[in-house]
């Protein structure tokens, strides 16, 4: 219980921090940082992958979940500012324009996301395969959700 609420506490104050460094980042800024953590996040879920369809090991994979439920809780709402929702020189995006018009909807996706990674950093702590490949299921699905909606295909 004290873990959840000082991950609840954590994260607010990320999502306040990162809400006040994101006016002084610029737009084009604030697009290659979001990018990268969906890249890292990305190639984290890439390890856990491997895992589960390979020789399996407790480590690798609680180190992966736990890098993908920092990210995915450190505030990166806060990269979606003002001029981010178009390509911007040579930095390109691929977030659909309903992704700016729909912050209700895209905040509960963002939720159930950050929710579906911290049981995936939880059941990758407890050591049990199956409890990863289940909780790593509902992560991508959450990935899947939101892609679907708010992102270009390439």
């Known amino acids: ?22 006016a002084q980042v610029k737009p084009e800024d604030q697009i290659k940082y979001r990018q990268a953590g969906y890249r890292f996040m990305s190639w984290n879920m890439g390890k856990i992958k491997g895992n589960l369809e390979g020789s399996y090991n407790k480590d690798q994979v609680a180190a992966a979940a736990d890098a993908i439920a920092g990210i ?10 003002p001029g981010t929702d178009k390509a911007i020189g040579s930095v390109k995006t691929r977030v659909k324009p309903e992704f700016f018009k729909e912050g209700e ?3 509960k996706l963002a939720r159930e996301f950050n929710a579906a990674t911290n049981d995936l950093a939880k059941a990758a702590a407890g050591g049990d ?22 992102r270009e295909s390439e």
Not at 129 to 150: I, L, R
């Open 1 to 22: 219980m004290k873990k959840t609420i000082a991950h609840t506490i954590l994260g607010m104050l990320a999502l306040s921090l990162a809400t006040a460094a994101s």
């Open 72 to 81: 995915a809780n450190s505030g990166m709402g806060a990269l979606y500012g």
């Open 105 to 107: 909807n895209v905040g």
């Open 129 to 150: 395969a199956a409890a990863v490949k289940t909780a790593f299921g509902k992560v991508g699905e959450s990935c899947k959700g939101c892609h679907d909606k708010y």
